[in-house]
């Protein structure tokens, strides 16, 4: 959920701020990108350089750095920041947040962020309690921050009671969890194909095809990105996942089919990229075979088309995306797939585009709905064309 998230990570004086070493850390760990932001106060109780170190970037603590002469624009910061997280939060930061002070860079910057701000409170109990505090989160909660509530224990007062902030582990799993509630298809089950099959001749050779795998394993991360669970069934390839998906490896399209079925009930969204055998043999010889005539054959079977199959399935609630891959008549294939297979989208891949087909990059697509009514993209990398594909997917999920 935090891989390559741009994440502010603003720090008030409060003895909590020691524990901001270990949830920068964590950040860092999950894959984040993080700037810290100190208030003078914190800084006496962390030093810069231990989260200058740990963040591997400068840690911002006024507007204006006398030494390096480096002005820190706060409008920059802001919305260059996927998420803001303030732990410790003060009493005093929560106030001016609350108020729309900006006395220091850190509620300025809090002031310029478009993106989701949670903040950690700690405090003492007293000042936990005062109406004053409670006032202030309700003020914050109207504007759309989250609150990471504090936990009961001891405080560094020797009090005891409520205002110790959570620990680092809880605001990490706080915040994925957060994040990952109010993704698009968090919790939906989808299922993607992708990669080429192999059909075994002998022992040693089998029929196979050009496929990379890069577009579907492009999609499944896409998916994944945008919160789902998802299940890759993948043929040979040599491409890995960026993001959390569960992987089933096949080799022939008969262990594909059998993957699918498995699969497929439950699934809200089945994306099918994989270029899947027509033909396998009729027989597999169980030794390699001797090169002993001059000519050879080889005796051929249709595989049973695992996307039909699903069509046939398929209910009401479940999308189904195909894929054509043509030479000639491109439109007219793709949308006679689409009809004949009971398709929600059908993407089309011709390979007399430039920048589209097997190995590259890049694809080139048009998608037609059910309506047949066709959307063309432009040649772009097969992660944009992933997006262009989960956007479609997304409209047809809300009509
Ligand atoms: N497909 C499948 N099972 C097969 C063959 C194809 O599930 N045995 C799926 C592919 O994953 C793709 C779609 O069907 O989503 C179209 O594949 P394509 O190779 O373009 O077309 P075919 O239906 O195989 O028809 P033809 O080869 O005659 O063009």
Known sequence: ????????????????????????????????????????????????????????????????????????????????????????????????????????????????????????????????????????????????????????????????????????????????????????????????????????????????????????????DQMAVLGADVTLISGPTAEKSTQQVTRINVTTASEMLEACKLNFSGTSITIMSAAVADYTPVHVASQKIKKATEEFSIELKKTTDILATLGKLKTKEQILVGFALETNNEEEHAKGKLIKKNLDLIVLNSLNDAGAGFQKDTNKITIFNQSLEKTVYEVKSKTEVAKDICTEILKLRMA
């Not at 894959?31 to 200058?52: K, M, S």
């Not at 701000?117 to 505090?133: C, G, I, N, Q, R």
Request: one cysteine or more; proline letters at 5%.
């Open 1 to 220: 959920m935090l891989r390559n998230k741009n994440i502010i990570l603003g720090v008030c004086g409060s003895i909590a701020a020691y524990k901001s070493a270990v949830l920068v850390r964590l950040l860092i760990k999950a894959g984040a990108n993080v700037r810290v932001i100190l208030t003078a106060d914190a800084a006496n109780f962390i030093t810069p350089l231990t989260l200058a170190t740990l963040s591997k970037n400068p840690v911002y603590t006024r507007y204006f750095e006398e030494e390096t002469g480096v002005w820190s624009n706060h409008v920059e910061l802001g919305l260059w920041a996927d998420y803001m997280i303030i732990a410790p939060a003060s009493a005093n930061t929560m106030a001016k947040m609350a108020g729309g002070l900006c006395d220091n860079l850190l509620s300025a910057v809090y002031l310029s962020a478009k993106c989701p701000v949670f903040y950690a409170p700690a405090m003492d109990l007293d000042m936990w309690k005062h109406e004053s505090t409670q006032a202030n989160i309700s003020k914050l909660t109207s504007f759309g921050n989250t609150m990471i509530a504090p936990n009961n224990g001891e405080l560094a007062s020797g009090l005891h009671g409520e205002g110790r902030m959570a620990e680092p582990e809880e605001i990490v799993a706080f915040l994925t969890d957060t994040i990952k509630k109010n993704l698009p298809l968090s919790g939906v089950k989808v299922l993607v194909t992708a990669g080429p099959t192999y059909e075994p001749i002998d022992p040693v050779r089998f029929i196979g095809n050009h496929s990379s795998g890069k577009m579907g394993f492009a999609l499944a």
